[in-house]
Structures are given as structure tokens and as C-alpha cells.
């Protein structure tokens, strides 16, 4: 049993109490537009629009966890001629301490220590709205003598072309640069660009306290042609920095605050700032409004109260104190991180271009916030489904500051240049939006498709709803042999990259979910021709699906150009795979009993304690047959790890199901905070989902890797509180459906829907897992479980029991007019 903080739910913060955690553990500041992450020893990777274009610091995970990274605080305590220097981040100088906090907050971090008798609190986060980050530094001599302290903040510059960075090491250095303004008394702005940015964009470093003297040349602050070192940096013994401005070299930025002899109990606060602007000139208002520590502190609370603001659209008690935490905190607050960074910007997904906006990852982030923003979700659907091509098929990925879109790794591919689930998926987005505003005008909005060749003002141009038909033309008119989608150069799964005309079957159960969202918008919009020809196509695909797919235990996977199934028992390498089987309940292709073996095989081969495995057994060897999955060892990642976004499908396909207890199991096998204690094993940080748990074909069964950015969090999200608490959106209204576990008694949701605050109290007297069986609002009981939108604060009353209602008018269009 060991940890390495604790969870403090009432100040919404988890807690590191010991810096040396197994992997770096990262918190978020600011928003795609102005911020990054800011890991718990302080280091920190900042960028303004895009990682890969506007990069602030040089931050390489690479690096030993020792290193120096970014960003770090340098204090020192004169002794004598010389001097103490340490860390309060404890890296990079890797002291002894006597208290370490990273207190990782909802959008800031703060990091609390206690070294040399210095107590050091720093608290960093971007305002609201600003492209400035802060670092509130708080320094208190607790040493019971006086104390001789300096402060000095430092930051190491990345070229803003990221990868440019890493591999020009000609021209990056020929060309940063850094000047200082000094307006007097200690007042002094430093600012750094590459040359050709000195006009148009400059990094500022600066503070609200007098300023001595500065440093902008890493090889002069670490002193020795660079054989100092950051733990140990030269220019530090001495008493003042070099004011040197660079103008080539590894640019740095450090600034040296004399805060003079402190009385033992004598606090100071220094106000650091580091931003993004055209011109300091242009920044000044900006920085003189932070250097007032009352304008420091209201942008904190600023901060605070949006928090406050975005968690209470929706807040549960539930028997379960650790679910309670996860819904009411940590998962709302990673939805929020991967809306904005997509699968750009982590630890591990590292922004240099690569990636940029996922057309799949982002259409189904923006699920997870969908009831607490559905405005700026979707403008953000907006904007993917502009990357969308005339065909209806979709680039892959984009550059958020520039909306240039590629065809992500199907590029390199000879065959096939798209991926046969992307345009799929913004059918579902935009349901979800209608469904939790109403709003259906969306539909007739203007986007335009993407056509590399032409400028955006003379590019085809349809409404959302064309582009969502599209999207279903498409993948209709691209079918294999047996009638199932063309795999492209992958499905969801981008590791399995199948040469030729394979299909996928994954792809099909993802058109499936695609047309009944459409039958039932459709249905909604009275447009019964598009109802009758959706039917028909969801009709056609499910014959095909139903006349193939099935393996005699399971669903099969793909089917190979040749019509070799993949994911059958057939096969020498993977023979069950976990999409295929959690999918055709989704989608409703799947009959009742195939159904039920198939999530019974399922549970069989892929369970383990730490979460469902993608796949059984795993290949062992490289195929380039197969494609990117055998280039991992067995166990992990695609390979047989526990992926963990397949595990809400599953979980969902459960309540489908009926089957509450069994969603609920596979919920608590894979909630982090519930590794809290067992991070000798878990290794990733309790707080949120990591992508990928090693599986039990590998030695080390049990590590996640890979945290914050992944699409289990936004479907973690959506099933625990749409398809097991059953607080689901439709167009109608609010529908009440839950699944829960037997053995709960009752739980509260407070939700604010389409402007109104919903307090419903769900009873469960009879102990079963689904079924409405009484429903009152604001005391009057109504039939059925919708409820029509109130114009004031209602309170439901929810009773469950056998006989009750067991499906939400979505599953209703499922089951009786589409199968019907
Ligand atoms: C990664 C990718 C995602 C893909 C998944 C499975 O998470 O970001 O797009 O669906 O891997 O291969």
C-alpha cells in the first residue's frame, strides 16, 4: 500500500505530499489559448494557440525526473560569502526537505515547501481569459533566526516552432533573443522572441518587485560553457546576475529579487509573470493590473467562482463517496482538459505537430461537455466538421490555430487516405447538443467543407445537417464484400492498419449508432421521407452485420481484403476483441442472446481486477500485416492492454443490458482514485484517467500510462451520469432512466438543464437495477419518465421497481420503430 498524496474533496484538490512519484504527475493552467500543463516539481510547458506553433518553454519529458524542465524557482539564503540555493520545487536541486505539498487544483497548482527553515508557497495559474501565466510566490522565514533570502524565477525559451526547436540547433540558436525594458526603481521587463517574431509576438518575464538584475543566456547563468548545471547553476554564488541580453544562444530568463534580511515569521510575496504579446508596450496595462496583488487575488477568485459556476450544472450523491468525488470534480475537470487539448499536449502526447486536433478524439470530447458548455462545444463541432471533405469522409486532424488539416498517418498510406470512423463521429456530437439545448436552428448553420486546394471563401459550402448526411453517404457507398464499411487506413482502433479492401466492424456498429441518432432527430423534425430512408439504410446494414459478423461466442472484428475474419477463433494472433462485442448492443444490431454471449465472452476472456483488456490473446511478434498493434509487446496499448476508452462501451453496453451491477463493477475496476493506495502499482496519478493500463500478458500488469488526455474521460462521463444515474437529454425534455447497482437504496442529482435547476431524488425501495416505476413533478405524477422543460427550479421524485419503465424514449425509437 503506498501513496503519494491524498484527495481533499472538500477544497476540490488532490494533494501530493511526496515529490517523488514513479512517473511526473501533471496539472493544466489556462486554456488552448493561453496555457499547458505545469508538472508537480514545477516545471512547465505553456503555449498561446497551438503547441507545435506558439511554444513558450523548452520542456522535454525525455529528461530524467530530476531534470530541470521549463520552468523552476531558484531561492538562496546568504552564508557568509557564499550561498544556499535550493529548490522549493525540489527539482532540480533535489534537497531535503522538511514539507512538500503540490496541492493540484482546478486550474492552478500550488506548491507549498518547507526547506531550511524557508516555507515557500507558490500558487501558478492563468486568469481567466488572459495570456498571462502567474506564479504567486509566498516566502516566510520559519527558520526562529533572521535570514538573508533572494528569489529568483527561471524560464527556459523554446523556439515557438516546436519541433524546430528540437531539430535546427543552426538556425534556433542563431536567432533567439532577448532585450530588456527598465523603467526604473527596480521595474524591468524582459523579453525574448526569435528575430523574425521582434515585431509581431514577444515572451515577457516580469515581477512586482524591484528587479536587481537579470539573466537571458543559459550558458551565463549556468556558468563554466554550460559544465554548471541547473542543480548546482554558477552564477548563483555570485551576488548578481550578468544583465546580459542574448542575442543567439539558449535563451533563459531569470530574474534576481533581493528580499533582504527576513525576520524569523516575516512573510514577503513577489508576483511573477510571464505572458505573450505583440509588443510589451501593447502588454504594459496588462502588467501593471497583476502587479497589484488585489488584482492578483480577484483573478484567483475569478478563477475559482468559473469553477463553481461550470461543476454545478450537474452534482450527485450517490452511495459511493469515491464515484461522488470523481462525477462532482476530477471527471467534469479532465472533460474540460481534453476539449481543449485534444491528444495534442501531455506528458506523453507531446504538441510537436503530429497530432494537433483530433477530427474523432475532439468530436467525442466535446461529449463531456456538452451539459456544461454546449455553446463553446459547439463552435468546436463548428470547426471540425469545416475539416470535413466534400465526399463526406474527413481529414484526420488539425492545427487549432491555423485550421490546416492532414490526413494524419493514412498519409504515408498507399491504399486508402481516411480513417472509416471519423466523419461518423460529429453525428453523435450534434445530437447530444440538440438534445441538451434544443436549440435544433443549429442544423440549418452554414460550414464549409475542406478542400486543401482552394482558399476557405471559395470552398463547397452545407449546412451542419448536410455535412451529418454526408458523413452516413459516405460510409454507405464505401462497403467490402460482405456489405461492411472499408476499413480505411484504420477504424477507432488506429493500430490495426489492414492492407487492401478489409472491412471493419467496428465502423458498421458506429454507422449503426450514427443512423438511429438520425432516425430519432429525424423522427423529431417530422422529416418522415429521411426517417424511412435512414431505416431502410440501418435495416441494410444490420442484415449484413447479422449475416457475417457473428463467430459462434463472439463478434468478429475486421474482415482482411481476402475475407479472413480478425477477432475469430479461427485466428493464430488476437482472436476476441473487445469493440466488437460492447458495439452490436450499442447499436442495437446485436440480438438479445448474441448479445448476452457475446458480453459473457467478453467478461470471460478480457476481465481483469484493473480493467477490461481490447483484446485476447496478444499478438507476440511484429506483422506488418496486421499493422501498428504488433509493434507493441504483449500486453500493452492496443496489444492486449487495458485501453481504457473501451471500457465505458462496455459499461454501456451493460445498461443496455439491464445490467446495472455489472456497469458498476467495471466503473470501480478502473476508477483511479480508487488506486489511490496502490500506486506501486497503478504508478499513473489517481486523479484522473490515464489512456492505457498495462494488461495481464505483461510482467508489469497493473501501470498506467499515458494520463489526462484520453477519450475514457469524456465517455466515463457520459455513461456514469447519462446511462447509469439515467439523467439523459432528449429532445423532448429530460428523461430519467437509470441502471444502477441493486444495493442502491437511492441517490440525488442536482442538474441545470436548458436553464432551469432540476433537483431529482431517485428511490430505489424494491432494490432493482432499472425500471421507473412513479415519477412526480414538483409533486404531480406524469406518465412515462420524460420531463417536458419547466420554466422554474423543479424537484423529481423518482420511484424505481420491477415493471416500471425500463427504456428512455431513445432506446424506444431503437427498439420499436427501428426494429419494428
Ligand atoms: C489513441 C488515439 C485515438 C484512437 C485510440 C485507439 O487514443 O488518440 O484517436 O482512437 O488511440 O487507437
Known amino acids: ?166 531539430t535546427n540547433a543552426d538556425w534556433v540558436p542563431q536567432t533567439m533573443t532577448s532585450r530588456v525594458d527598465d523603467f526604473g526603481k527596480g521595474f524591468k521587463v524582459l523579453r525574448q522572441y526569435p528575430f523574425m517574431k521582434r515585431d509581431t509576438t514577444v515572451n515577457y518575464l516580469t515581477s512586482n518587485y524591484p528587479i536587481s538584475s537579470f539573466e537571458s543566456d543559459r550558458k551565463k547563468f549556468l556558468g563554466d560553457y554550460e559544465y554548471g548545471t541547473f542543480a548546482n547553476p554558477l552564477s548563483l554564488q555570485q551576488p548578481e546576475l550578468s544583465n546580459f541580453e542574448t542575442i543567439r544562444g539558449n535563451s533563459i530568463g531569470a530574474l534576481m529579487h533581493h528580499l533582504g534580511v527576513m525576520k524569523s515569521g516575516e512573510t514577503k510575496r513577489i508576483v511573477v509573470q510571464l505572458g505573450q504579446e505583440e509588443s510589451v508596450e501593447k502588454a504594459l496595462p496588462s502588467i501593471k493590473k497583476y502587479q497589484d496583488v488585489k488584482n492578483v487575488d480577484a483573478a484567483f477568485k475569478a478563477l475559482a467562482d468559473f469553477w463553481v459556476d461550470y461543476l454545478s450544472t450537474m452534482h450527485v450523491e450517490t452511495p459511493d463517496a469515491s464515484f461522488n468525488s470523481m462525477i462532482n470534480v476530477h471527471n467534469p475537470r479532465q472533460c474540460h482538459v481534453t476539449k481543449n487539448w485534444s491528444r495534442d499536449l501531455s506528458y506523453n502526447q507531446l504538441g510537436f505537430g503530429g497530432r494537433g486536433i483530433g477530427y474523432r478524439d475532439s468530436s467525442q470530447d466535446v461529449l463531456g461537455v456538452m451539459p456544461n458548455m454546449p455553446e463553446e462545444a459547439m463552435a468546436f463541432v463548428k470547426k471540425i466538421l469545416s475539416t470535413q471533405k466534400p465526399d463526406g469522409s474527413a481529414m484526420h486532424q488539425f492545427f487549432a490555430s491555423t485550421m490546416e488539416a492532414n490526413e494524419g498517418d493514412s498519409r504515408e498510406e498507399k491504399g486508402h487516405k481516411w480513417y472509416s470512423d471519423d466523419h461518423l463521429w460529429p453525428i453523435i456530437s450534434v445530437a447530444f447538443y440538440i438534445k441538451e439545448t434544443g436549440n435544433i436552428k443549429v442544423l440549418d448553420e452554414s460550414v464549409t467543407f475542406y478542400d486543401k486546394t482552394k482558399p476557405v471563401d471559395q470552398r463547397e459550402v452545407g449546412t451542419v445537417f448536410e455535412h451529418l448526411q454526408r458523413a452516413l453517404e459516405f460510409t454507405r457507398t464505401h462497403v467490402g464484400q460482405h456489405g461492411l464499411p472499408l476499413l480505411g487506413f484504420a477504424d477507432w482502433n488506429d493500430t490495426v492498419n489492414l492492407h487492401g479492401n478489409a472491412e471493419s466492424i467496428f465502423t458498421c456498429c458506429l454507422y449503426g449508432k450514427g443512423l438511429l441518432e438520425m432516425i430519432e432527430l429525424c423522427t423529431f423534425l417530422k422529416k418522415v421521407d429521411l426517417v424511412k430512408k435512414y431505416q431502410g439504410y440501418y435495416e441494410d446494414m444490420r442484415t449484413a452485420f447479422n449475416a ?25 494472433g488476437s482472436k476476441l476483441f473487445i469493440n466488437a462485442q460492447s458495439w452490436p448492443v450499442m447499436c442495437g444490431f446485436a440480438t438479445t442472446e448474441r448479445g448476452q454471449k457475446a458480453l459473457e465472452s467478453l467478461r470471460t476472456k478480457l476481465n481483469t481486477k484493473y480493467g477490461i483488456k481490447i483484446s485476447w490473446p496478444s499478438f507476440n511478434g511484429f506483422d506488418w500485416r496486421k499493422g501498428g498493434v504488433t509493434t507493441y509487446p ?75 488526455l484520453s477519450g475514457t474521460s469524456t465517455w466515463m462521463y457520459t455513461v456514469s451520469t447519462k446511462n447509469i444515474l439515467g439523467i439523459l437529454p432528449v429532445y423532448e425534455g429530460l428523461a430519467i432512466n437509470p441502471c444502477i447497482p441493486k444495493a442502491w437504496k437511492e441517490f440525488k442529482v442536482v442538474r441545470k438543464f436548458r436553464g432551469v435547476t432540476y433537483t431529482i431524488l431517485v428511490k430505489n425501495p424494491e432494490g432493482v437495477c432499472r425500471g421507473v416505476k412513479k415519477m412526480l413533478v414538483n409533486g404531480l405524477e406524469v406518465k412515462g419518465n420524460i420531463i417536458i422543460p419547466q420554466t422554474k427550479d423543479t424537484v423529481v421524485e423518482v420511484t424505481l421497481g420491477s415493471g416500471g419503465i425500463m427504456d428512455s424514449l431513445a432506446e424506444k425509437y431503437t427498439t420499436e420503430k427501428v426494429k419494428a
Request: charged share 20%; with cysteine; hydrophobic share 35%.
Open 1 to 166: 500500500m503506498v501513496s503519494y498524496g491524498y484527495f481533499d474533496d472538500k477544497n476540490k484538490e488532490y494533494v501530493i505530499t511526496n515529490p517523488q512519484t514513479p512517473v511526473k504527475w501533471i496539472n493544466y493552467i489556462g486554456t488552448l489559448k493561453f496555457g499547458g500543463f505545469v508538472d508537480h516539481t514545477g516545471g512547465a510547458l505553456l503555449c498561446k494557440g497551438d503547441p507545435a506553433l506558439n511554444r513558450i518553454h523548452k520542456y522535454i519529458p525525455q529528461m530524467p525526473a530530476g531534470e530541470f524542465k521549463g520552468s523552476t524557482l531558484y531561492v538562496r539564503i546568504k552564508e557568509g560569502n557564499s550561498y544556499k540555493v535550493f529548490s522549493p520545487f525540489y527539482v532540480p536541486t533535489l534537497n531535503k526537505y522538511d514539507l512538500f505539498e503540490c496541492h493540484v487544483g482546478l486550474s492552478y497548482q500550488r506548491i507549498i515547501s518547507e526547506c531550511f527553515g524557508v516555507r515557500t508557497e507558490v500558487t501558478i495559474f492563468v486568469p481567466n481569459g488572459d495570456a498571462v501565466e502567474i506564479r504567486d510566490i509566498k516566502v516566510t522565514n520559519k527558520s526562529g533566526q533572521d535570514l538573508d533570502i533572494d528569489v529568483i524565477p527561471l524560464v527556459e525559451y523554446s523556439h515557438p516552432d516546436a519541433l524546430k526547436q528540437l
Open 548 to 572: 457475417c459478423a457473428w463467430d459462434g461466442e463472439w463478434y468478429v472484428r475486421w474482415f482482411e481484403a481476402d475475407g479472413t475474419p480478425l477477432g475469430s477463433q479461427k485466428n493464430e
Open 634 to 708: 504483449p500486453g500493452s496499448k492496443e496489444n492486449g492492454g487495458i485501453f481504457l476508452h473501451t471500457n465505458p462501451w462496455c459499461m454501456l453496453a451493460e445498461t443496455v443490458m439491464g445490467n446495472g451491477d455489472r456497469a458498476f463493477e467495471y466503473y470501480n475496476q478502473v476508477n483511479p482514485a480508487a488506486k489511490n493506495d496502490i500506486i506501486e502499482i497503478f504508478e499513473s496519478a489517481p486523479y484522473n484517467y490515464p489512456q492505457n493500463i498495462l494488461g495481464d500478458d505483461h510482467p508489469q500488469f497493473g501501470i498506467g500510462r499515458n494520463s489526462w
